[in-house]
């Protein structure tokens, strides 16, 4: 018999554990290993030796499976585990592995899913599970290795380090806890079957003797009035209820977003303008003032200078200056960045590209503006950002802004010098040094440098973060987090997704690029992709740019991902991947062609989003750059679509029903009531009410694949169907009102 579900969330709420016990380094032993090579035994992850480069264990085949089981002296709370590493690279280093823990080897829960960096800095991974907020204890920890960097190589780990508690009080309770929530579950499991399966006088007294309560007094109202009582006109009511208290708002965000493109025309008038075709330019949005603000590109030929406004509730396009350089803003520039402060109605932008003849200046300096929006005018900050402490002169960077505490941060970018020459592949120059992160205190004018890039590394004691361009930055003002994903370094293109924690300064891996070869659940992270934010509903929305040096040669694909960061899970919402240009050139009123040097921003008031322009590269016939303006729409299921479904499944059944004893009735039922409900646009729907007339001529009544249920068919006709209904109800509730979801007959062969 397989082992009990114990619906373990990583992480989870123990701060009332961890802060009563200190985390220790734990002892262990060696329990078991699957193979081993020559002196290369289990025991030499015990002893910490980066310098010998045979202190380590290595399997004798890399041959799936290979294991390594540790024993803890005593049962403990393990929260962390650390792999030491050889001073140099190595190619049997684990490029991916997994961590299973358990209170016996023979019942063990995956923990871990991760890869080693191939270098020779150790690495440490968070290992602590949780049920219902407090850590479950463990004894044994196995390490599976899958993959190291040398193709064909054999698995090595050169050291293991685990930490936590075993302070007696603290595993006790937790351990106390863990069983008391097994022993309810089983339960639990058991009053479902019995119930399912009709065993009335079992559930009573089970229930009676165990005090264990089975789900919400709402669904076992709702249990009574479907499958006993078929009181379907009470069962609406029920749900009508559930949806007025917001209950299927767990289920909403759990569903896929429905992406939906359309072309914004603006509005015609007398003195009708808009932007012309343009990539490299920049795009903010003002939610709260319902304004959209444009600033530069380079449109094929010419760098730009011209500066818009778009009104979204008035759909019109205002030139606010034809060249900002001509009002004491920005000179024509394309490659820069702009970041809105939308509580203080200000506008910043940082950086440019220039070519190698307009680099004749010695030094560049890198000026930096601000645009009052309600003033409407434009203040030169500093003509030099390097000479108070700033990025030098930078292009293709990252900038974003905490509106609070009125800070911005600026991350990589390439640096420009005077005179060198360079080389360029349109709206994306190649080769050169990078700029590290910086944060700008707006009140005290005060720059400061928070980590270099990795070769300014060495003459700075600061940990450096790799630089790059044409990646992402997102800021997330409640976890105080930066979002840093994709981009490109000289000829390597990176996929790498990680996090910066701006109050402590520490990094943290969410992607890992050695994990995602050939991963379809994940975006092609790379150098020309568009990303926003949603702090408020924890979503990271990106769509696809340039992800390969083939897609300079194939063309680029669309798609449209959403990065959960509670569940971090990815979800794509649109994908189109063809790359006939006939196709898009059909299609150009419907949805956007793929393209890159394009802006994306993201109203998080009306949860829209706005593209415009951009190069088109190989799916356009004739159009160097684009000047098209589209709006995207995400959407999920409303509180009324999951209403409307509910009762068309009560309907349904009820008609069913009907059909066996009066078709008459149920005839005029369909007509009446049922059709209400259907989603006459849906497919599918429209298809399966229009079978529904066949019950009325059947002679006999359809046979029910549910053979597991006949005991109780006999003593309600109606039973078996009528508990599926429920349960297939019960899904649109949040879990915690729920029976378990899984049923006892799943743990039998």
């Known amino acids: 018999m397989a082992e009990i579900p114990t619906s373990i969330s990583g992480g989870g709420d123990n701060a009332g554990v961890s802060m009563a016990s200190r985390s220790e380094v734990l002892e262990y032993t060696i329990h078991a290993c699957s193979s081993h090579s020559a002196n290369y035994i289990p025991d030499n992850i015990l002893v910490d030796k980066p310098s010998d480069q045979a202190s380590r264990w290595t399997s004798e085949s890399n041959w799936p499976p290979q294991f390594i089981t540790l024993k803890l002296d005593k049962i403990s709370i393990v929260k962390n585990i650390t792999f030491g590493k050889y001073e140099k690279t190595h190619v049997c280093n684990l490029q991916k592995f997994q961590v299973f823990v358990g209170l016996s080897e023979d019942k063990m829960i995956e923990v871990l899913n991760s890869g080693l960096q191939n270098s020779c800095e150790a690495e440490e991974f968070p290992l602590t599970y949780s049920v219902e907020g407090l850590p479950v204890p463990c004894q044994f920890i196995k390490i599976v290795p899958i993959l190291t960097y040398g193709t064909s190589y054999n698995f090595s780990i050169w050291f293991v380090r685990l930490q936590g508690t075993q302070d007696e009080r603290t595993v006790h309770d937790c351990l106390r806890h863990y069983n008391t929530y097994r022993e309810r579950e089983v339960v639990r499991l058991c009053l479902k079957h019995f119930r399912q399966h009709n065993y009335h006088e079992a559930f009573e007294q089970l229930q009676q003797s165990t005090n264990v309560i089975l789900e919400d007094p709402l669904l076992t109202e709702l249990h009574q009035k479907v499958v006993y009582e078929g009181d379907y006109?009470?069962?609406?009511?029920?749900?009508?209820?559930?949806?007025?208290?917001?209950?299927?708002?767990?289920?909403?965000?759990?569903?896929?977003?429905?992406?939906?493109?359309?072309?914004?025309?603006?509005?015609?008038?007398?003195?009708?303008?808009?932007?012309?075709?343009?990539?490299?330019?920049?795009?903010?949005?003002?939610?709260?003032?319902?304004?959209?603000?444009?600033?530069?590109?380079?449109?094929?030929?010419?760098?730009?200078?011209?500066?818009?406004?778009?009104?979204?509730?008035?759909?019109?396009?205002?030139?606010?200056?034809?060249?900002?350089?001509?009002?004491?803003?920005?000179?024509?520039?394309?490659?820069?960045?702009?970041?809105?402060?939308?509580?203080?109605?200000?506008?910043?932008?940082?950086?440019?590209?220039?070519?190698?003849?307009?680099?004749?200046?010695?030094?560049?300096?890198?000026?930096?503006?601000?645009?009052?929006?309600?003033?409407?005018?434009?203040?030169?900050?500093?003509?030099?950002?390097?000479?108070?402490?700033?990025?030098?002169?930078?292009?293709?960077?990252?900038?974003?802004?905490?509106?609070?505490?009125?800070?911005?941060?600026?991350?990589?970018?390439?640096?420009?010098?005077?005179?060198?020459?360079?080389?360029?592949?349109?709206?994306?120059?190649?080769?050169?040094?990078?700029?590290?992160?910086?944060?700008?205190?707006?009140?005290?004018?005060?720059?400061?440098?928070?980590?270099?890039?990795?070769?300014?590394?060495?003459?700075?004691?600061?940990?450096?973060?790799?630089?790059?361009?044409?990646?992402?930055?997102?800021?997330?003002?409640?976890?105080?987090?930066?979002?840093?994903?994709?981009?490109?370094?000289?000829?390597?293109?990176?996929?790498?997704?990680?996090?910066?924690?701006?109050?402590?300064?520490?990094?943290?891996?969410?992607?890992?690029?050695?994990?995602?070869?050939?991963?379809?659940?994940?975006?092609?992270?790379?150098?020309?992709?568009?990303?926003?934010?949603?702090?408020?509903?924890?979503?990271?929305?990106?769509?696809?740019?340039?992800?390969?040096?083939?897609?300079?040669?194939?063309?680029?694909?669309?798609?449209?991902?959403?990065?959960?960061?509670?569940?971090?899970?990815?979800?794509?919402?649109?994908?189109?991947?063809?790359?006939?240009?006939?196709?898009?050139?059909?299609?150009?009123?419907?949805?956007?062609?793929p393209r890159y040097a394009h802006q994306l921003v993201y109203d998080h008031v009306s949860k829209n989003h706005y593209l415009f322009g951009g190069n088109p590269g190989k799916s356009a016939l004739s159009k160097p750059r684009l000047d098209d303006f589209w709006l995207l729409t995400l959407r999920r299921p409303t509180n009324e679509d999951l209403l409307r479904q509910c009762l068309y499944l009560l309907r349904r059944t009820q008609f069913l029903e009907m059909a066996a004893t009066d078709g008459l009735q149920a005839l005029q039922y369909l007509q009446t009531e049922l059709t209400k409900v259907v989603d006459h646009s849906n497919e599918r729907e429209r298809e399966e009410f229009q079978q529904l007339t066949s019950n009325l001529f059947m002679t006999k009544p359809e046979f029910h694949p549910n053979l597991l249920n006949l005991r109780a068919g006999d003593a309600n006709p109606h039973f078996v169907v009528r508990t599926e209904l429920f349960d297939t109800l019960v899904n649109f509730f949040p879990d915690h009102m729920t029976p378990p979801q899984r049923n006892l007959t799943d743990f039998l062969l």
């Not at 569903?255 to 012309?276: F, K, L, N």
């Not at 030099?384 to 509106?403: E, K």
């Open 233 to 593: 006109t009470s069962c609406e009511r029920i749900l009508e209820r559930a949806v007025h208290n917001g209950l299927f708002g767990s289920f909403i965000r759990r569903q896929t977003y429905q992406a939906r493109w359309s072309m914004v025309e603006p509005s015609i008038g007398d003195d009708d303008v808009r932007p012309g075709m343009r990539g490299g330019h920049q795009m903010c949005l003002d939610s709260e003032g319902e304004m959209l603000y444009l600033l530069g590109g380079w449109d094929g030929t010419n760098d730009l200078g011209d500066f818009w406004s778009y009104d979204i509730s008035n759909n019109r396009w205002t030139c606010i200056s034809e060249d900002t350089s001509k009002d004491d803003g920005p000179s024509p520039r394309s490659c820069f960045k702009l970041c809105l402060d939308g509580k203080r109605k200000q506008i910043y932008t940082l950086g440019r590209y220039m070519d190698s003849n307009m680099r004749k200046v010695v030094p560049l300096k890198s000026d930096f503006y601000v645009y009052d929006i309600e003033a409407r005018k434009w203040t030169l900050i500093c003509n030099d950002t390097a000479a108070y402490g700033g990025p030098r002169l930078i292009f293709d960077h990252q900038m974003c802004i905490d509106p609070e505490n009125s800070v911005i941060y600026v991350f990589g970018g390439r640096i420009l010098f005077s005179g060198s020459p360079e080389l360029s592949t349109d709206d994306r120059p190649l080769e050169g040094s990078f700029s590290g992160l910086y944060s700008y205190h707006i009140p005290t004018n005060t720059w400061t440098l928070l980590r270099p890039d990795v070769e300014a590394a060495p003459s700075n004691e600061k940990r450096p973060l790799k630089a790059r361009i044409g990646h992402s930055m997102l800021f997330h003002p409640t976890s105080r987090k930066l979002y840093i994903f994709g981009g490109q370094r000289g000829k390597e293109c990176l996929s790498d997704f990680f996090s910066y924690n701006l109050d402590t300064g520490e990094e943290e891996v969410i992607l890992d690029p050695c994990l995602k070869k050939d991963d379809q659940n994940s975006p092609s992270l790379g150098s020309t992709q568009r990303a926003t934010i949603d702090s408020e509903l924890n979503e990271i929305h990106v769509l696809s740019g340039m992800s390969k040096e083939k897609d300079r040669k194939d063309g680029i694909k669309n798609s449209f991902w959403v990065y959960y960061v509670d569940q971090r899970r990815w979800s794509c919402v649109y994908r189109n991947e063809n790359s006939d240009q006939v196709y898009w050139k059909k299609q150009q009123h419907l949805e956007p062609c």
